[in-house]
C-alpha cells in the first residue's frame, strides 16, 4: 500500500492512540492523521492521578505528557479534543464525529482507522450511586472532582470501593491528604491479581496507616443527607463519609466498535488479530478495549495496562504501513506502591494455574533486597510458580519496601523468553552491597525451585504444615527465642545447630516436615536429616510463609 496522502483516523488521544498517531508520523511524512478525544486532554498521565490528589505531584500540568499544541506542531497531526467519534460506517469508510464545542455533527473519511478508547470504570446500579459524592477515577476531570470535593467539603472520611491497584492507590492519596479511608473489597483479599497469601503485608501496611480495611464486604446503597454521604455495606454496617471512590474494575469501550459490527469476544473486548487489527481489515483496535492474548496459558483475556496499550498502538500504526508488526501476547506485569510497601506481579497466578487445570510446583523465599551488612536492607518476599516437568516460569509475584520492581523485571524478562528455573541460577545481575546480593533475589529463587526439580530437595506447603497427616512429625528448627515470638502449633523444636547431636528424638516411621523461619535453615536440616535416613520435605519459605497465609486469613 502506498503511504502517499494516506488518510488515518484515531478515536481517543492518551496511551495507546497517542502512540499510534506518533508512530504514524515518523513512518510516514505523508500520511495525513487526525486524532478524535472526546475529553480536554490528550496524553495526560491517567497513572499519575493518583499521586496528584495526594500532593506526590504538586503540579498538575505535570500530568499533561503532551499537550495538542505540541503534538501538531512536533507530529504535524491534527488534534480534534472534545471531539467525540459517534458512529463509524465501514461501507462508506468514514467516521461520524461530534464536535461537543462547535455543537455539530460531521463526517471524515479514512483509509484506516484506529480505535483507542479505553475501557470505563464500572459503576454498579445501586441507590445512590448517581449522587453527588460518589466519583470514579479515570481522567483529569474526575481527579479534579476529587480535589474539588476535598476543597469545598473537607471530609473526615472517604469510602473506597475496590481494592484493586487504583482503590489503593487512591487510598493511599487520600489518606497522604489527611482523608480517613475505609476500603470495601467483596473479595476476600486486596490486589486479586496476586495471590491471597502474598497481599497479607499489604493488609498490614494498610492497618499501620489507619486504614479500615473490609474484606468479603460489597456496599449495598448510598445515602444523602445535609451532612453529607453513608455508605451500606452488606455486613449492615453503615459507614458516613463525605467521598466514595468507585475502583471496582473497567470494561472495554465497545459500543462504537460493536454498532459498527466489529467483532466482539467473549470476555467483552473488541477481537483484533496479532497485527491488532479488527474483524475489519481497514479498522484496527489497541489498548483497554482489546482482548489480548494471555502469553503464559494461552486464553483471551482483559488486561487494561498502560504498556500493553502504548506498544499495540506502535504496532497498528506499523501494519497500516506494511511494517508487519506483531503483538506478543500479554503478561499482565504490574506494580502497585501501597504507602511505603511494593506489590509486583508478572504472568499467570496460582489461582489462575488452577482454575485453568495447569500444572505447577511453587517455592517461596524471603531474602534481603540487598547486602545485609549494608545499611537500610529490607526483606523481600517472593513467590515463584514453574512448570513441575520442565521448569519453564509460568508466573512470580513479590513484595517488600524496595528492590521489587527490579526482580518482577528480571522474571518478567525470563518469561518473556521461555527461561526455566535453571536459566535463574545462571544469570548474572548486578551486585555492589548497596543494591543486591552476591547471589541475587532471582538467582535465589532459581536454586530452591531447581533444587526441587533435581530431586535435591523436597518441600512441602502450608496446607501440609497446618494440617500435618499421622504418619508425618513437625519439626522446627529455629532457635527457642524464635519460637517463643511464635511457631506452629504441634511442631517440636530442635534448632538446626543442635541437630545432628539430637537425632534420637526423631521418630523413624514418620515423615519429618521441617520448618524454620524463612526456608534456609530447614533446606539445611532437611539435607542433615535425609543423609541420616530420615524420610523428610521441608516448607517452602518457612515460618514467615505460614504467617503470610494466617495472616490473610484472619
Ligand atoms: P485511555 O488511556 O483510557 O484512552 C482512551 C481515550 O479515548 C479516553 O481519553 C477517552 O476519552 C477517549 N475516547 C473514548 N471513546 C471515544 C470516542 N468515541 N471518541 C473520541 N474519544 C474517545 N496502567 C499501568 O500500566 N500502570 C499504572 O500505574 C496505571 N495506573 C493507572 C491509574 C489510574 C487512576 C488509571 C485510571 C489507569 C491506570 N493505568 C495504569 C491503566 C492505563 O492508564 C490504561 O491501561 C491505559 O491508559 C489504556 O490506554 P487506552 O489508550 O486503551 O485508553
Redo the contacts with the bound molecule.
Sequence with gaps: MSNKKKRILI?????????AAARARRLSEDAEITL????K??S?A?????YHISGAIPNRKKLLVQTPDAMRKRFRIDVRTR????SVNREKKEVI?RDHEGKKDYSEPYDALIL????E?NRPPLPGVDSKHVVT???MHDMDAIIKVMKDNKPDRAVVVGGG??GL??TEALCERGVKVTLVELAPQIMVTADLEMTAPVKQELSLHGVDLRLNTSITAINEDEEGSSVVLSTGDTVRCGLIVLCIG?KP?I??AYEAGIEIGKRGGIVVDEHMRTSDPDIYA????VEVTDLVGGFQTLI???????RQ?RIAADNIFGHGSTYKKTQGT???KVFDLTIGMTGMNEKGLIRTGTPYEKIYIHPANHATYYPGASPISIKLLFNPESGVILGSQAVGHSGIDKRIDVLATAIRAGMTVYDLEHLELTYAPPYGSAKDPVNYAGFVAANVLRGEARICQYEDVANPGDDQFLVDVRTTAEIEAGNIPGAHNIPVDELRGRLGELPKNKEILVICQVGLRSYLAYRILTQHGFRCQYFSGGYKTYLAFTDSLL
Excluded: M
Design positions: 478515536v481517543g488521544g492518551v496511551a495507546g492512540g497517542a502512540s478524535f478525544e472526546r475529553g486532554y490528550i495526560f491517567n497513572c499519575g492521578l493518583p471531539n467525540e467519534v459517534i464525529v483507542s478508547p479505553g475501557a470504570p477515577v479515570r481522567s491497584y487504583i492507590e487512591i473497567v469501550e459500543k462504537l489497541v489498548g483497554d478495549a487494561p495496562l498502560a504498556g500493553p496499550a502504548n498502538g504490574a506494580i502497585c
